[in-house]
């Protein structure tokens, strides 16, 4: 297969096997996979003589170690179990071989390889559990398969949990702080287990389930005493301002789905015995969920670091850090969800995010990782490389999930998967971007000389 503009004529490309039953269109030439603020293509780069010395100087200077095996990541698959699938055949890992979710295998490329979910399995749906007894055959198939959590993720789990556990005015709203958002998962919940005549029995009446839902009124009065010491001042006015406005809609979008207060508390429930339990149907779920991975130079996480997870990297290391996630998620709700832990699963690097500066990249350069692999920022035309404080990162978001498709206005079924090939590359496919894109260190190098010999604009004029 002749790819085009890699100078590279032959690649292990994926075959993708299956097409027929995933309904979309893959890419299958090549091209190189530069930096750029849109398409991520070498002429957007060519403008930014800068970017490119930059780009091209942590290319020369760090010694890139690449996995031992393929990895293929996916991320930010927000309850769509048909887009998961449309992923794993653009991988070349799994072959789709019939219409049914189990209608799986692996290919010879994916019994060697590993599967790292980038979090955010959760969301609006379509289908949130179906996602994830996708994932589950997956893993009954062979495949190594690694889940990181994501912010949509730990707020379910945060939400739901602070229902059952003793009252306390710091977690009090974390149920409601999900909002809107979570009530298809609790319809979706209500409807696969709780339609017996007997579903109901024991759940408290509307006003008590009410009750243990909802903050007390004292809420708003005591909150802000009991955060100062984590949140600064707009931020807990921020927050406040955010739980009004949930508060206001909450029952009557549960309404509209159908959905009492009863029945609300008898789902959250059921997900409670499903994903808390020790034999619950998902307990798998948060049994397998970390909050980053690392593979050679790379580092695969939700969203992204700040200097004070970048310290503990650096001086304690990963396994440390999920150590501390796991105790925090169950133990510290509060500390974890207004902490540093927690900024790793929704940072989008604003000024109210807590800051990755090139103190806190020099840290985990110390620590041999070069590259932030992660989701969380939806892009629209496939993955992205950015440069944020001296360290590549590779976006890969890539709008999967149909109900952000529709309300970006993307045609057709979403479909992505970023590869890391121990050979010394990345590739990146996705349904919205015409072309494999190719990040090969060699290959770059050359190119981005080639760019910088050019004359500037400016010289020209």
């Given amino acids: 297969m002749k790819h085009k503009n890699c100078g590279h004529p032959e690649l292990p490309v994926p075959r993708y096997r299956g097409l027929k039953w995933i309904g979309t269109d893959l890419p299958r030439g090549c091209q190189l996979w530069l930096p750029g603020k849109r398409y991520t293509v070498s002429k957007d780069l060519s403008h930014h003589r800068a970017l490119t010395r930059e780009f091209l100087d942590l290319l020369d200077r760090n010694r890139w170690k690449w996995p031992g095996r393929t990895t293929y990541f996916f991320s930010d698959l927000h309850g769509d179990a048909q887009a998961f699938l449309s992923s794993l055949v653009a991988s070349g890992g799994v072959k789709k071989t019939g219409p049914q979710d189990r209608d799986l295998k692996l290919t010879k490329s994916g019994r060697h390889a590993q599967f790292i979910i980038g979090g955010d399995c959760f969301d609006k749906g379509p289908s949130s559990l179906q996602l994830l007894r996708v994932i589950r055959v997956l893993m009954r198939r062979g495949a190594r398969v690694r889940i990181l959590a994501g912010n949509h993720d730990v707020r379910l789990m945060l939400g739901i949990h602070s229902l059952f556990l003793e009252r306390d005015i710091r977690t009090a709203h974390f149920f409601i702080r999900m909002g809107p958002k979570v009530i298809p998962l609790l319809k979706e919940i209500n409807e696969g287990y709780l339609q017996s005549s007997k579903a109901l029995r024991g759940i408290p009446d509307e006003r008590e389930c009410r009750r243990r839902i909802y903050p007390p ?70 049994d397998k969920a970390k909050l980053a991975h690392c593979e050679g130079s790379f580092l695969f996480i939700h969203a992204g670091l700040d200097d ?18 796991n105790r925090q998620l169950y133990n510290d709700p509060f500390d974890f969800y207004y902490g540093p832990l927690a900024n790793t699963v929704r940072t989008k690097y604003r000024d109210s995010d807590m800051p990755l ?59 992505a998967v970023t590869i890391f090939r121990p050979e010394g590359m990345v590739m990146g496919i996705s349904t919205d971007f015409p072309f494999i894109k190719l990040f090969e260190p060699k290959v770059l190098r050359r190119e981005l000389k080639e760019i910088l010999t050019r004359p500037s604009r400016r010289n020209k004029r």
């Fill in 217 to 286: 009124k004292s809420w708003f009065s005591e909150f802000p005493s009991v955060a100062r010491w984590v949140m600064p001042d707009d931020g807990i006015e921020r927050e406040m301002k955010r739980l009004r406005v949930k508060m206001d809609r909450f029952e009557e979008e549960c309404r509209k789905a159908g959905l009492s207060m009863r029945m609300v508390y008898a789902a959250a429930k059921k997900w409670r015995q499903l994903f808390l339990k020790e034999r619950g149907e998902f307990a798998w779920f948060f």
């Fill in 308 to 325: 004070r997870i970048a310290r503990i990297i650096r001086n304690k290391g990963i396994r440390h850090l999920n150590r501390m996630f």
């Fill in 357 to 415: 500066t090139r103190r806190g990249v020099q840290l985990v350069h110390e620590k041999g990782i070069h590259a932030i692999v992660h989701g969380h920022q939806i892009k629209l035309h496939g993955q992205r490389i950015m440069l944020r404080k001296g360290i590549i990162n590779f976006e890969c978001d890539a709008t999967l999930d149909r109900n952000t498709r529709k309300r970006e206005k993307l045609k057709g079924q979403g479909a």
